[in-house]
Nanobody, 126 residues
Framework: QVQLVESGGGLVQAGDSLRLSCTVS????????MGWFRQSPGKGREFVAS????????LYSDSVKGRFTISRTNANSTLYLQMNSLKPEDTAVYSC???????????????????WGQGTQVTVSS
């Protein structure tokens, strides 16, 4: 059984930083691309960032580029999202996602991902 568990969310002020973590079990973590998505009330799921299986390729949405950094540590099957210069519009539930197939690289399409974490709430006050 594949499990993705996020942590690290919280309530911060605009301009602050947070680091989210996602621990993956039941999957060959080092052989798959991974992604972060977010969803705020009344909006659909939005792509945030993705990373290749070896960490060498990354993709970001325009809204977070230059402020967020996705990374991974394959040795402990953990995915990270470093979020700097947070804005109120970054407020959302953030979820990590993994593909069901052995995709070395994943992108922005939700259809590429089959497994999702329960999400962690990030709230940025102005």
């Amino acid at each position: 059984q594949v499990q993705l568990v996020e942590s690290g969310g919280g309530l911060v002020q605009a301009g602050d930083s947070l680091r989210l973590s996602c621990t993956v079990s039941g999957r060959a973590f080092s052989r798959i691309g991974m992604g972060w998505f977010r969803q705020s009330p009344g909006k659909g799921r939005e792509f945030v960032a993705s990373i290749a299986y070896d960490g060498r390729g990354t993709l970001y949405s325009d809204s977070v580029k230059g402020r967020f950094t996705i990374s991974r540590t394959n040795a402990n099957s953990t995915l990270y999202l470093q979020m700097n210069s947070l804005k109120p519009e970054d407020t959302a539930v953030y979820s990590c996602a993994a593909p069901g197939r052995p995709l070395l690289n994943t992108g922005w399409r939700t259809g590429e991902y089959n497994y999702w974490g329960q999400g962690t709430q990030v709230t940025v006050s102005s």
